[in-house]
């Protein structure tokens, strides 16, 4: 048995490919285009596992697709593969209309071909499971209750936007055609392996390096943080046990204003890696706010609970310390992600700086 992951070299999918890995028996075939947020160091820890077939390209190429589903026989899909930085969609949305609708699109037109002929017990179990965000619901008012799976879908930027046409496309394969789709909606994750542009690591980065650390706006954006890991057991538990055609909303309840996570991080470093220059807090500079940028998210994660049992087993106080304990001591991971490319984007977009999400 084998399951098929798009994306698992980027930050949510290689910490998914590593749990996976680590928790069940099952291979995993894992396609990823090696974009500039793709890091194959990030799934060191498999390389000598024959059970991780790493394989470089697009998900846009139907054929490759077809040969991959035909050749390994996977009985799900884990679709993360996306262009996913809001600033980045900003500046170029057409990459984004590419790999998040057309690839998902591509996706969807061969797990369909291959899923129609299975015998009736593959067919039975198969499952196509599409991650997507909470961004496609739009913004929430100070007061307003969290996101349910009801909400209205008001996307306010290229990349939310064109993730809610994938999550669109998912929900049409399933009700015309009844490929066995299953949709997870999840808030602001952070963890090991995130690549240097969101703001927790770059909080991190930049400080270290004594930079600084730019915040959009007054930086009272309020988001809901998911530590990875809980979001990695959740997308497990959505795929043994979620009901065909629905959507889960996985999130963290924690929701914390930007400024404040960068107050956090900067305290924490403080005690764990203090400057000769002084508190890192210093460092902090507002910056004018990006455009249409959305000032709350909030997850309402109770039906995962409810029908699931899924809850998050982190608090932020303990995903946040072992974030910053794993960026401490992977520095060379962090070098080598930050590369030409990278620091060209940053000049050009940030002068230099870095972003908010």
Same mark, same amino acid.
């Given at each position: 048995?084998?399951?098929?992951?798009?994306?698992?070299?980027?930050?949510?999918?290689?910490?998914?490919?590593?749990?996976?890995?680590?928790?069940?028996?099952?291979?995993?075939?894992?396609?990823?285009?090696?974009?500039?947020?793709?890091?194959?160091?990030?799934?060191?820890?498999?390389?000598?596992?024959?059970?991780?077939?790493?394989?470089?390209?697009?998900?846009?190429?139907?054929?490759?697709?077809?040969?991959?589903? =035909?050749?390994?026989? %996977?009985?799900? &899909? +884990?679709?993360?593969? !996306?262009?996913?930085?809001?600033?980045?969609?900003?500046? *170029?949305?057409?990459?984004?209309?590419?790999?998040?609708?057309?690839?998902?699109?591509?996706?969807?037109?061969?797990?369909?071909?291959?899923?129609?002929?299975?015998?009736?017990?593959?067919?039975?179990?198969?499952?196509?499971?599409?991650?997507?965000?909470?961004?496609?619901?739009?913004?929430?008012?100070?007061?307003?209750?969290?996101?349910?799976?009801?909400?209205?879908?008001?996307?306010?930027?290229?990349?939310?936007?064109?993730?809610?046409?994938?999550?669109?496309?998912?929900?049409?394969?399933?009700?015309?055609?009844?490929?066995?789709?299953?949709?997870?909606?999840?808030?602001?994750?952070?963890?090991?392996?995130?690549?240097? =542009?969101?703001?927790? %690591?770059?909080? &991190? +980065?930049?400080?270290? !390096?004594?930079?600084?650390?730019?915040?959009?706006?007054? *930086?009272?954006?309020?988001?809901?943080?998911?530590?990875?890991?809980?979001?990695?057991?959740?997308?497990?538990?959505?795929?043994?046990?979620?009901?065909?055609?629905?959507?889960?909303?996985?999130?963290?309840?924690?929701?914390?204003?930007?400024?404040?996570?960068?107050?956090?991080?900067?305290?924490?470093?403080?005690?764990?890696?203090?400057?000769?220059?002084?508190?890192?807090?210093?460092?902090?500079?507002?910056?004018?706010?990006?455009?249409?940028?959305?000032?709350?998210?909030?997850?309402?994660?109770?039906?995962?609970?409810?029908?699931?049992?899924?809850?998050?087993?982190?608090?932020?106080?303990?995903?946040?310390?072992?974030?910053?304990?794993?960026?401490?001591?992977?520095?060379?991971?962090?070098?080598?992600?930050?590369?030409?490319?990278?620091?060209?984007?940053?000049?050009?977009?940030?002068?230099?700086?870095?972003?908010?999400?």
């Amino acid at each position: 048995m084998a399951i098929l992951v798009t994306g698992g070299a980027g930050f949510i999918g290689a910490n998914f490919v590593l749990d996976w890995l680590a928790c069940t028996d099952e291979a995993v075939v894992n396609l990823d285009k090696l974009t500039y947020a793709g890091n194959l160091e990030s799934l060191a820890p498999v390389v000598d596992d024959g059970r991780h077939r790493f394989v470089a390209g697009d998900i846009c190429d139907a054929q490759l697709v077809g040969r991959l589903l =035909e050749t390994h026989r %996977p009985r799900s &899909i +884990v679709h993360f593969a !996306a262009e996913s930085h809001v600033d980045r969609s900003i500046r *170029g949305p057409g990459e984004f209309v590419r790999t998040n609708i057309e690839g998902t699109y591509t996706l969807l037109e061969c797990a369909r071909a291959y899923w129609s002929g299975l015998d009736t017990g593959a067919k039975d179990a198969f499952r196509f499971l599409h991650v997507s965000t909470d961004e496609v619901y739009g913004s929430l008012a100070p007061d307003a209750p969290p996101f349910a799976e009801t909400h209205a879908y008001e996307p306010n930027s290229p990349y939310s936007a064109s993730k809610a046409a994938s999550d669109h496309l998912a929900r049409a394969w399933h009700q015309t055609y009844g490929l066995p789709v299953l949709t997870t909606n999840c808030s602001n994750n952070y963890g090991p392996f995130q690549f240097p =542009e969101k703001l927790i %690591p770059l909080v &991190i +980065v930049n400080a270290l !390096a004594g930079k600084p650390l730019p915040v959009y706006g007054d *930086g009272r954006q309020v988001r809901d943080w998911l530590y990875v890991g809980d979001h990695c057991a959740a997308i497990r538990t959505v795929l043994a046990s979620g009901r065909i055609g629905e959507t889960y909303n996985v999130g963290g309840w924690n929701e914390i204003a930007n400024i404040d996570i960068v107050h956090t991080v900067c305290r924490l470093l403080d005690g764990l890696r203090p400057s000769s220059a002084g508190p890192y807090e210093q460092l902090i500079r507002f910056v004018a706010d990006r455009p249409g940028h959305d000032r709350r998210y909030a997850i309402d994660a109770r039906k995962i609970e409810r029908e699931l049992g899924w809850r998050p087993a982190e608090t932020f106080d303990s995903g946040i310390a072992k974030t910053l304990r794993w960026y401490l001591d992977h520095g060379d991971w962090v070098g080598h992600v930050q590369s030409g490319a990278y620091r060209e984007w940053m000049a050009r977009h940030y002068d230099g700086a870095g972003s908010a999400p």
